[in-house]
């Protein structure tokens, strides 16, 4: 009977170590992925401003209205992904799949309204040219993410 005692005892210490162990594990990742996550915004920046070539001016009026954009088009991007993701085609009725593809091309409709809408606010602070360097640059940084990615 002690040893029955014993052993539960340690397998109930062996358990509050694993799941702390695991509580700091993740910890630990959350931290690296918000570290990793901060990199990667810090390069996008830099490659934006070296690209555009903004004056100290344009600079003030134009990150505000890019991080605003950058954020909604985030946000559609997401919801399409959970359209997605969530609402498998299994188990569906035609209909229901039909209309899981028409809110994801009514996202693509509002992400295009956006990039309009975005476009002139962005004339506003920065010339045409930068608009068309911005695209580029978002582009070239799009592709060094993904190349990056591939490498792991």
């Known amino acids: 009977m002690n040893l029955q005692l014993i052993s539960r005892k340690y397998r ?3 358990a509050i170590l694993l799941i702390s162990l695991c509580a700091v594990t993740s910890a630990n990742a959350q931290r690296r992925s918000e570290e990793e996550i901060k990199r990667i915004q810090d390069a996008k ?8 070539n903004l004056t100290p001016e344009q600079s003030t009026g134009f990150w505000p209205v890019y ?16 359209i997605i993701n969530d609402k498998k085609a299994e188990g569906k009725t035609d209909e229901q799949v039909l209309n899981n ?3 994801v091309q009514e996202l693509k409709q509002q992400e295009l ?3 309009k809408e975005y476009q002139n606010r ?4 920065i010339t045409a040219s930068q608009v068309v360097e911005l695209y580029k640059a978002e582009r070239t940084f799009n592709d060094m993410l993904i190349q ?3 490498q792991r």
């Open 12 to 14: 109930n210490i062996f």
């Open 45 to 52: 920046v830099a490659i934006i401003t070296n690209r555009l």
């Open 67 to 82: 991080n605003e954009y950058s954020q909604k088009r985030r946000d559609i991007h997401r919801a399409q992904k959970k």
């Open 101 to 103: 593809l028409k809110e």
């Open 113 to 115: 309204d956006l990039e």
């Open 122 to 125: 962005f004339l506003k602070v």
């Open 148 to 150: 990056r990615l591939k």
